[in-house]
């Protein structure tokens, strides 16, 4: 990965997840099951999505967006949706595991580099 796609995929999985997480948490009633589930879902959609345009990316690799993303992302919902959305969103547990689902995401739907057994 270079430094290039690193900044515009963690751009774009941001403004994406933003609006996933504005649709669903504003819009949809997160109390049912199913509308979770949906949630989770697009969640994994998103991430799939932004991760396999990151390219091939290989086992030690993979540790650069699980640790940069995810903290960028939670400063992100804090100062940005926080205000938006209200700070009541970080005691649902829905938030957190949208957060599992795109870590999971992140490291099984990627592009995988063959490794050399040379």
């Known amino acids: 990965m270079t430094a290039k796609s690193i900044i515009l995929t963690t751009a774009g999985l941001i403004i994406l997840l ?3 997480k504005v649709l669903f948490i504003q819009l949809f009633d997160m109390s049912m099951w199913y509308m979770v589930v949906l949630f989770l879902l697009a969640t994994i959609l998103v991430t799939t999505g932004i991760i396999r345009r990151a390219g091939v990316i290989n086992n030690f690799e993979i540790v650069i967006p699980l640790v940069f993303w995810t903290p960028v992302i939670l400063l992100w919902d804090f100062i940005v949706l926080g205000g938006w959305l209200g700070y009541d969103m970080y005691y649902h547990l829905y938030f957190w595991l949208g957060y599992a689902a795109m870590v999971f995401s ?3 739907f990627r592009k995988w580099a063959p ?3 040379g």
């Open 18 to 20: 933003s609006v996933v």
């Open 115 to 117: 490794m050399d057994r």
């Open 106 to 108: 992140i490291a099984i």
